[in-house]
């Protein structure tokens, strides 16, 4: 009791001082301000672009088929899907989200509602899009909510798109087929989402792993996690990996 005394007396005492202290009120004042004002603008979403980040050149683009899928950090993801035998060119973006034209800062709040992917421009000749969602499954941990590796975000969670109804049952039976086999030991995650549209990242993000072999996180992260699925599924790689 005599704890609880002493404490009131001097929560009452800092009353009367502030008070009578107008100097004092006025910090006080104006520190709460500040305080409620960053509070209020981190609550904010990004605000949309009004022209793309970047853009890649289209007539590379004609006579492939495109797939979609966010699986970490879009470095990582992008030398997999390159490394893959009738992958012909792999672009980091972000999608999933309802900001328009984001930009990386942005995609690092987590509140664009975005997670980091990539765009696959593939020959359906050589390689199927299921053998596509075998690389996706087969080369990050799907049961990780908002997390990947050493990355943690809603921008990093697992994300097969699908542009198509096919797709969309592609997904499903190989989720199906993974669970009826008991491959991972706890559940998939994963999000099954229609592509709405998908925002090319900035020009530096291409090729990233590829241009800047000894940046930390490549060394560290990409690479190994490269040569793991390398691995795994030597049957899909291209011949020069």
Known sequence: MFGLAKVNLIALSLIYYLIFN????????????VISL?????????????????HPNKSKQEGFKKAYF????????????????????VYSG???????????????????GHAEAVEVLYNPKVV???????????SHDPTTPNRQGPD???QY??????????????????IAFLEEKEIFSNEIV?????????????????????????????????IPRLKKFQRLYPELLKKHH
């Open 22 to 33: 107008k100097k004092a009120m006025k910090i006080l004042i104006t520190l709460a301000f």
């Open 38 to 54: 960053q509070t209020c603008i981190s609550s904010i979403p990004p605000y949309d672009n009004s022209k793309p980040i970047w």
């Open 70 to 89: 966010a699986s970490g950090c879009f470095w990582c993801v992008e030398a997999v899907y390159e490394s893959v035998r009738g992958v012909s060119e």
């Open 94 to 112: 972000y999608a999933g989200g309802f900001t328009k034209n984001p930009n990386y800062n942005q995609i690092g709040t987590g509140k664009t």
């Open 128 to 138: 199927s899009f299921s053998t596509l969602i075998q690389v996706f499954f087969g």
């Open 152 to 154: 943690y975000g809603s």
């Open 157 to 174: 969670r697992s994300i097969a798109f699908y542009t198509s109804e096919q797709e969309r049952e592609i997904i499903q039976n190989y």
């Open 190 to 222: 994963t999000e099954i989402k229609p592509l709405e549209k998908f925002y090319y990242a900035e020009e530096y993000h291409q090729d990233y792993e590829k241009n800047n072999p000894e940046n930390p996180y490549v060394r560290q992260v990409s």
